[in-house]
Structure formats: structure tokens, C-alpha cells
């Protein structure tokens, strides 16, 4: 697995790229308490390896985001401590990103890097809402000994904010009961596939200052098989776009990550489908922003 240091698109990056820039983006190929396919600590590598065949131009929005994003690629954040103290470290390092005012989005990795990454946001920001497109509900309170393992991120998440889960279909009994006991915004799997009835509702209640973090898993195991724990009968491209493009447009997007990509060595397909994620991402933030400035 090579894990050379790439740049998102192949941009260039020198002195100037960090202090014009408006995205960033942090790799952090952290893994740890994964507990079954490993291999996520590659994915942050995988994702800017294939960013640069991406086609950048947006059919539907007839828009090309890599001429008006200014995005920075950090050197990766390179941890090998334990979750809590990686989580400490995170946080540091996207405060200061949000601080300078930039976007920061997060590529990890496992899942445990978001409690740092959140952490990192609402310190600066406060009363946010927390979207979680995921396969698990991770609302464990310990697992295998940590608090911190990539299990439990949601519940160390929903102690400091309001959380919102999409695409849910693996949860545990005592996460079933968690979810009824704290009447958690939970949109399982199988009530949303094939429907865009719920985005209204799922909108609504969120605050205005959103945090997003993409669990790689949400996706369907049939075009989306490398991720470390897969489960079937997951979310459709088309249909986790139309969401997220609502979300971007109707909310102010503080924070954002993509997570537990596990490359395989056979089959780069999914590296790219994460990667053309990333960039739809980018693409629905600046373009969002070019309309703002036109109306200026
Ligand atoms: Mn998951």
C-alpha cells in the first residue's frame, strides 16, 4: 500500500497555499480500535491517490469547483497514541483550522478521529448539530475497555450536542434502547432507501451550524465494499447527493469528514467513489458560496 504524501486534485502546495485557502483538508490516518477488517489507517491516502482522475466538472449544477476553491491539503496528522489522547490531538489541530476561518474536512481513518474532530469545531463554535450518515449508530458508551473506541463516537458526540443519524441498520440492544430513551433524530436505513420523503424532517430539526461526518459504510456494500465492518442494505449514490446537497444549502457547514475507508489492493473502484464524494462535497460548499457572491 503506498502511502506517499498527495495533495486533493494533485494541487500544488507551497507557502502561500494554507493562508489563501477556505477548505482544508486534514489527513489523519489514525487506526487503532478497529475490530475486524483493518486497514483504514490507509484511507486518507487512498482518497487524495485518486483525486487527481477525477472529472471535475458538475453536470447538474453546470459548475466547476476546482476554479474557485481555495483547498489546502495538510501533511497528515500522524498518531499512534491512544484514542483519547488522538482525540485531544485531532481537536487542536481542527480548532486551529476553524480559528483561521477556514473550513477543515477531516479524511480518515477510524471513526474515533470525529470526537476530536467535533470536539475541535465546537469549541469554537458551540450549539451545533452533529449528521451522521452511517451504517451503526456507534452510541456504545465503552467497547472493548475505551470510551474512545470508533464505537462509541456518537455517544461521546451527543454529551456536548444534538445528533442527527441517516442510513442506520446495525445497532446493538442497548443502542436500540438509547435511541428510544433519549428520543436520538434516527433515520434508519430501511424507511429511507428509495424515498426522499424524510429530508424535511430530518432538516428541520437541526440547528443552524451543522456538523457533518460520513461514515463510509452508509453507502450500499454492493459499489462501497471497503470499509472495515460493511453492512448490506445500504444508501444509493443518487440518494445520499440529493441529501447532502439540501444540507449544504439549507445549513452553514462548520466541519466535515469522511471516514473508515478501507482500500483494498484488488479493487481501487470504491477509492475514487470516496474521493468523487470529497469532491461533491467541495463542489456543494463553493458553489453555495459563488451564489452568496453574486448576490452581493
Ligand atoms: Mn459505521
Known amino acids: 500500500m503506498e502511502n506517499k504524501i498527495k495533495t486533493f486534485a494533485g494541487l500544488e502546495e507551497d507557502e502561500k497555499s494554507y493562508p489563501s485557502s477556505e477548505i482544508v483538508l486534514l489527513p489523519v490516518p489514525y487506526e487503532k480500535t478497529t475490530t475486524y477488517i483493518k486497514g483504514t489507517e490507509h484511507g486518507p491516502f487512498a482518497i487524495l491517490n485518486a483525486s487527481p482522475n477525477l472529472e471535475f466538472y458538475d453536470c447538474d449544477l453546470d459548475f ?35 480559528k483561521d476561518n477556514k473550513l477543515p474536512i477531516v479524511l480518515g481513518g477510524e471513526h474515533s478521529i470525529t470526537i476530536g474532530s467535533f ?84 432538516l428541520s430539526g437541526l440547528k443552524d451550524n451543522v456538523y457533518l461526518t460520513f461514515d463510509i459504510d452508509v453507502f450500499d456494500p454492493s459499489f462501497m465494499p471497503s470499509t472495515g465492518t460493511p453492512e448490506p442494505g445500504g444508501l444509493g449514490w443518487y440518494e ?3 441529501f447532502l446537497k439540501k444540507l449544504v444549502m439549507k445549513k452553514n457547514i462548520v466541519g466535515m469528514d469522511i471516514m473508515e475507508l478501507c482500500p483494498m489492493n484488488n479493487n481501487k473502484g470504491p477509492d475514487f467513489i470516496a474521493a468523487k464524494l470529497l469532491y461533491q462535497l467541495i463542489t456543494y460548499v463553493t458553489y453555495k458560496k459563488t451564489l452568496h457572491n453574486n448576490d452581493i
Open 64 to 98: 466547476v469547483a476546482l476554479n474557485h476553491a481555495k483547498i489546502a491539503t495538510l501533511p497528515p496528522l500522524l498518531l499512534k497514541n491512544d484514542p483519547e489522547d488522538m482525540v485531544k490531538n485531532v481537536a487542536e489541530a481542527v480548532e486551529n483550522i476553524v
Open 240 to 242: 445520499v447527493l440529493s
Open 119 to 202: 470536539r475541535g469545531v465546537n469549541n469554537h463554535y458551540k450549539d451545533i448539530s452533529v449528521v451522521q450518515l452511517d451504517a451503526h449508530a456507534d452510541l456504545r458508551d465503552a467497547y472493548e475497555g475505551s470510551n474512545y473506541n470508533h464505537a462509541c463516537v456518537m455517544r461521546r458526540i451527543a454529551e456536548d450536542a444534538h445528533i442527527c443519524q441517516i442510513g442506520i441498520r446495525a445497532i446493538d440492544e442497548e443502542e436500540a434502547k438509547i435511541i428510544k430513551e433519549n428520543d436520538y433524530d434516527v433515520f434508519f436505513a430501511k424507511a429511507i432507501v428509495n424515498n426522499n420523503s424524510w429530508h424535511e424532517r430530518a
